[in-house]
């Protein structure tokens, strides 16, 4: 993933190779994938934990099918820096608990 990724959603320039193209091409030399999601989702709030939860089930499915050696390691969503405190519309910081949680059980479930 890249800055700015949601684990749904992959914002990408006209003719960019997708996400799960490019770890495909690199798999040979990879046999960790490291992840991180859930800090720009928090920004849905409580309304957007189930959504968020759904795609993360789906992605880690689909990468474990397309790489059932790999090694994955899920990076939870860090708390914003306290000078930043107040200065972002949404606020993520209060709902990064929750993310974080659902992507704990989440991991858990799917043997991450």
Do not use: C
């Amino acid at each position: 993933a890249w800055t700015g990724d949601e684990v749904g959603y992959r914002l990408r320039p006209e003719r960019y190779t997708s996400h799960l193209k490019r770890l495909l091409e690199a798999w040979p030399a990879s046999h960790v994938l490291i992840h991180g999601f859930g800090w720009s989702e928090a920004f849905a709030g409580k309304a957007g934990l189930e959504g968020f939860t759904s795609s993360l089930r789906t992605y880690l499915h689909e990468i474990r099918r397309r790489h059932p050696d790999a090694g994955i390691v899920l990076m939870l969503p860090a708390n914003q820096p306290r000078e930043m405190a107040g200065t972002l519309p949404g606020q993520p910081a209060p709902h990064l608990r929750a993310y974080a949680a659902a992507m704990k059980q989440t991991a858990a479930e799917a043997g991450v």
